[in-house]
């Protein structure tokens, strides 16, 4: 077996990414028996409440800022005395005003968050029923109540270590806030924060069987940059030999008409990156942001998802589909794969960094066999790119992991007693399938792949902006139903983390932003923690790290800018 991971979550961006994440998991442990073929006890710990009712809980860290958590009353967190763990599960939910709410998909907007819950009375509830407060969470977001931070929308029942409030910095408000990479390092070299951290690691660590590893989840834009910068530093030198795969995490739109906080951003995103990445196996930059750099670019659009970029609801929602795919290789029941074997198979030649895609959904025809779809796509492959970069026609990649998932085994098979119309249809598997789909795409590549049955569950609190084209199942007709179409329940998705020379230039292009920017007119942003001379290193760095993924054509290009500079 491949054993277990734990998940540390940290910052308010990556607890809306976390939050749909664990909703995601918790709605295919409710699935039929058959299709779960991805193990629950990778990421949830099992358990037994009273009355021998069965539970699974999250192994999970999450760190977050006071204010940032509503209506979740943590036991253990932060100064607060800590509660005995004693099997059962905690539920907290959050009451709704006696006025209900407006019948519509809402979420917390960029620009105007609130860290408290105004006129909103909150209870917490212990968890020895917790199906109900599920559901009761479930249909207040699904019918349009007001998520305004991850707890909202958590749908899943936490263990009392999981929740560490850092009090010193306030989630949101004018100041007292954590928006600067040495804010966030200088936290994690407090010894009581340490302590704490530590404690609830060990925690975890030491119930597992056999720890494959370590999942980040790490806002990039905030102070949050530091903290992972620490925490990734800490699990590296602690838990040397295991896999740590930290995942970057950027809203999809940002206040880019502030000059302070946009220039904020940017630090934080390129000492987040550096940092990150020299402490972890693999590092993915995640966001349907269309760039992480000073240049604002519109944010990724999908053919079949009608979604507001304003609403972290929304774009966490994609985000946690496609993590729930890329992850699937180390939490295969039928595969020995760990996420050391994962991050192995990517990082070669110093890139650890790694660009994700996504198919969500991956456009399968209603009726239609696998090749039958994917001879409809023989020039671009259906899939956005997630990793904060100009999208561009790429035809090569150095190396890649592919999960395609929610495609029925039978759906290779064509029509019987049909001449076969291409390769595709030659082939005696969905494996193979895709296989040779790959090797036609990207010719020379190492490519790894694996085919699930099991698809991505999309019931409550996920939200419903899917095009009216979906079937319940995700699947695509070829024309607007005449009826009113049934909410879509799951969704087949394609994903994939690779090792391309897209990374240059996302790289390198914030290397150029960050060489152009007078450094010196922000000296507040210096005096939280980071020395002039030490960002100038970790520039280079950056410059270094883009040079990994230069084929001929970037290297004289990026000469060319060099001497044109």
């Not at 936490?158 to 600067?180: F, N, T, W």
Request: hydrophobic share 35%; proline share 7%; aromatic share 10%.
């Amino acid at each position: 077996m491949p054993g277990e991971a734990v998940t540390l979550q940290l910052g308010q961006y990556a607890g809306c990414v976390g939050a749909h994440w664990w909703g995601l998991q918790d709605a295919a442990l409710r699935s039929p028996a058959e299709a779960a073929e991805l193990r629950a006890a990778a990421l949830l710990r099992p358990g037994r409440a009273a009355g021998g009712r069965e539970t699974h809980t999250p192994r999970l860290v999450a760190l977050e800022l006071k204010g940032g958590v509503g209506a979740l009353r943590p036991g253990g967190a932060g100064p607060e005395a800590p509660v005995a763990w004693d099997g059962e599960v905690a539920a907290y939910l959050e009451c709704a005003s006696a006025g209900g709410s407006a019948p519509r998909d809402a979420g917390r907007r960029t620009e105007d968050a609130s860290s408290e819950r105004r006129g909103r009375p909150s209870a917490a509830v212990q968890g020895t029923s917790p199906a109900p407060s599920r559901l009761a969470v479930s249909q207040e977001v699904y019918s349009g109540g007001s998520a305004r931070v991850w707890s909202d929308y958590l749908n899943v029942h936490l263990h009392p270590k999981s929740l560490y409030v850092i009090r010193q910095y306030m989630h949101d408000g004018e100041c007292g806030c954590l928006e600067a990479f040495g804010q966030g390092e200088s936290l994690l070299q407090d010894p009581s924060c340490i302590e704490e951290l530590e404690d609830r690691l060990h925690f975890y660590v030491e119930e597992c069987d056999y720890l494959q590893g370590f999942q980040v989840l790490c806002d990039l834009h905030n102070g949050f940059s530091g903290v992972g910068a620490k925490v990734t530093e800490l699990l590296y030198d602690e838990y040397s030999g295991k896999g740590i795969l930290t995942w970057g995490l950027t809203p999809a739109t940002s206040n880019v008409g502030e000059s302070q906080k946009n220039f904020y951003r940017l630090m934080n995103t390129a000492l987040g990156i550096v940092h990150l990445s020299s402490h972890s196996s693999l590092f993915c930059p995640l966001s349907l942001s269309g760039s992480l750099g000073i240049k604002p670019q519109p944010p990724v659009t999908f053919p079949y998802i009608n979604y507001d970029a304003s609403l972290n609801y929304h774009s966490s929602a994609i985000l946690a589909a496609a993590l729930d795919t890329l992850t699937a290789p180390y939490r295969l029941g039928a595969s020995q794969a760990s996420m050391m074997h994962l991050a192995e198979t990517l990082n070669f030649s110093g890139r650890k960094v790694v660009a994700a895609w996504a198919s969500v959904p991956f456009p399968a025809l209603h009726g239609y066999s696998l090749p039958d779809t994917l001879c409809a796509y023989q020039q671009d492959v259906p899939w956005k790119l997630l990793s904060s970069c100009r999208e561009q026609k790429v035809s090569c990649c150095f190396a890649q992991s592919v999960v395609l998932r929610g495609i029925r085994k039978e759906s290779h098979i064509s029509c019987p007693g049909k001449q076969p119309t291409s390769p595709l249809h030659t082939c005696e598997s969905t494996e193979q399938i895709l296989q040779y789909y790959l090797h036609t795409m990207f010719p020379g590549a190492f490519s790894t792949s694996h085919v699930l049955e099991q698809p991505c569950n999309t019931l409550p609190p996920y939200p419903q902006f899917f095009s009216p084209l979906l079937t319940r199942q995700g699947f695509l007709l070829d024309r607007p139903p005449s009826y009113s179409p049934a909410a879509v329940d799951s969704i087949p998705v394609l994903a994939a983390l690779q090792s391309s020379p897209v990374l240059h230039t996302l790289l390198y292009s914030l290397y150029k932003d960050l060489q152009k920017l007078n450094t010196r007119r922000w000296a507040s942003f210096f005096s939280a923690g980071v020395e002039q001379d030490d960002f100038q290193e970790a520039l280079q760095e950056l410059r270094t790290l883009s040079q990994c993924y230069e084929t001929g054509f970037e290297a004289d290009e990026s000469e060319e800018e060099a001497d044109s500079d």
